[in-house]
């Protein structure tokens, strides 16, 4: 059973920073695509990033310059490093992976909240 499990999340002041981690475990046998969406109240989710295998990177214009996306290919484990955060930042965060167990599904985790406020 693969399970997407995120860390990381919480509140910060504007202009601060947080580190999201999402590892997934459980009869995996590949990654692909990994990527971090967001969900504001009332709002829509949204892609904000993602990252291939080999490393290539796309973000959402609105965090472009702010944020980076990275992974750990031996850890099955993606990460959001989130910079000069603004309070339209705040949302739900997810953590979304294409993974080939006995055939390739997407998978969720279950969310991790970020609120920027002052």
């Known amino acids: 059973q693969v399970q997407l499990r995120e860390s990381g999340g919480g509140l910060v002041q504007p202009g601060g920073s947080l580190r999201l981690s999402c590892a997934a475990s459980?009869?995996?046998?590949?990654?692909?695509?990994m990527r971090w969406y967001r969900q504001a109240p009332g709002k829509q989710r949204e892609l904000v990033a993602s990252i291939t295998h080999d490393g290539t990177t796309n973000y959402a214009d609105s965090v472009k310059g702010r944020f980076a996306i990275s992974r750990e290919n031996a850890k099955n484990t993606v990460y959001l490093q989130m910079n000069s955060l603004k309070p339209e930042d705040t949302a739900v965060y997810y953590c979304?992976?294409?993974?080939?167990?006995?055939?390739?599904?997407?998978?969720w985790g279950q969310g991790t909240q970020v609120t920027v406020s002052s």
């Open positions: 979304n992976a294409n993974i080939r167990t006995s055939a390739w599904s997407d998978y």
């Open positions: 459980g009869g995996i046998i590949s990654i692909n695509d």
